[in-house]
Nanobody, 116 residues
């Protein structure tokens, strides 16, 4: 069983930065992609950034140039560096990993609040 634990969320002023971390435990082999999603109140969960093993990195248009996703395989960790945060970035951020088998796992979410 795979478990994902996110951290790094919090309150930040507009223009500030945060770095989210997602540590995977359990079976960590054969991950095809890892990503960060977010869900604001009253809105659907949306993709923020995704990194594909030996493949491309994708970003939502609204965060391109401000957010950076990265992965440290040795630490079984996926990061999301968020710069120039804006109030519209406020949401619960979720980590997701998908395996080549098609199995997908979610973290519990971490709250990001941006004050104007």
């Amino acid at each position: 069983q795979v478990q994902l634990v996110e951290s790094g969320g919090g309150l930040v002023q507009a223009g500030g930065s945060l770095r989210l971390s997602c540590v995977a435990s359990g079976s960590i082999f054969s991950i095809s992609q890892a990503g960060w999603y977010r869900q604001a109140p009253g809105k659907e969960r949306e993709l923020v950034a995704r990194i594909v093993t030996n493949g491309p990195t994708n970003y939502a248009g609204s965060v391109k140039g401000r957010f950076t996703i990265s992965r440290d395989k040795a630490k079984n960790t996926v990061y999301l560096q968020m710069n120039s945060l804006q109030p519209e970035d406020a949401a619960v951020y979720y980590c997701n990993v998908m395996y080549y088998s098609g199995s997908s796992y979610w973290g519990q979410g971490t709250q990001v609040t941006v004050s104007s």
